[in-house]
């Protein structure tokens, strides 16, 4: 007789953009995080799928896994639903732009069982670009002209309800045609050629023209958001 007691492995692979951190668990708005729960958590993008394998391990692996999962949604509505009986692998994918409490089980074919618990945040929002001028500056009708001397800054903040954090901020500019500085809608037409420049307290434009100033900011999961608009110079 062959004596097997050891349950399976879980093993998750996350494909796609994510960060580890720390996360809060709430239970009917409150804060519990200090009663013993693991809050080590993964934030991660609304692409980005968690591949999930079990297997049984030796010395005496009988095998024949099955798999059980679902979650919870902390401060919203469900949409997704989890498997019964599944046989390893299989994808998990969040629908919501939420805290996810995910939980697997797994057996082998001698009831022997293994549950895996683990804490996702899903970043869904791409981060908000605010840009102003230092002086010289001068508007009017929506037409904006600067200086070689004026310094243009960037604030970029990560936007929606659960936030990744910054992770770059950059720019770069171009001559285009002066019909770009008179009209928003030619001017988002207009697209840079030149490496994005990292973005580092501010900075200026020393040509004379009409520019194209592009910013993009990425976050920590990789969503951008670009930013363009034309001034005079």
Avoid at 44 to 61: F, K, L, Q, R, Y
Avoid at 199 to 216: A, D, M, P, V
Wanted: with cysteine; hydrophobic share 30%; proline share 6%.
């Amino acid at each position: 007789y062959i004596v097997e007691s050891v349950p399976p492995k879980i093993i998750k692979t996350i494909v796609g953009p994510y960060i580890n951190t720390t996360c809060s668990i709430l239970e009917n708005g409150n804060d519990i995080s200090s009663v013993g729960i693991p809050n080590d958590c993964k934030i991660i993008d609304g692409v980005t799928n968690i591949t999930v394998n079990a297997v049984d391990p030796e010395p005496h692996p009988v095998n024949s896994v099955k798999c059980s999962w679902d979650y919870k949604v902390e401060g919203g509505d469900k949409i997704g639903q989890g498997q019964q009986n599944v046989v390893p692998p299989f994808t998990i994918h969040f629908p919501e732009e939420s805290t996810h409490h995910l939980v697997i089980t797994c057996w082998d074919a001698l009831g022997n069982k293994i549950t895996d618990y683990e804490i996702f945040e899903v970043d869904k929002t791409g981060p908000g670009i605010q840009k102003y001028y230092g002086g010289p500056y001068f508007e009017e009708d929506g037409i904006e002209w600067i200086s070689s001397k004026t310094p243009i800054f960037v604030n970029a903040s990560d936007e929606g309800p659960h936030k990744s954090g910054i992770k770059s901020v950059e720019y770069r500019t171009k001559l285009v045609n002066d019909g770009a500085c008179r009209n928003v809608t030619l001017c988002q037409e207009q697209t840079g050629s030149s490496a994005w420049n990292s973005y580092n307290g501010s900075f200026t434009i020393k040509e004379q023209s009409c520019h194209l100033i592009e910013i993009r900011a990425t976050d920590n999961v990789d969503k951008m958001t670009t930013r363009k608009q034309c001034a005079f110079v």
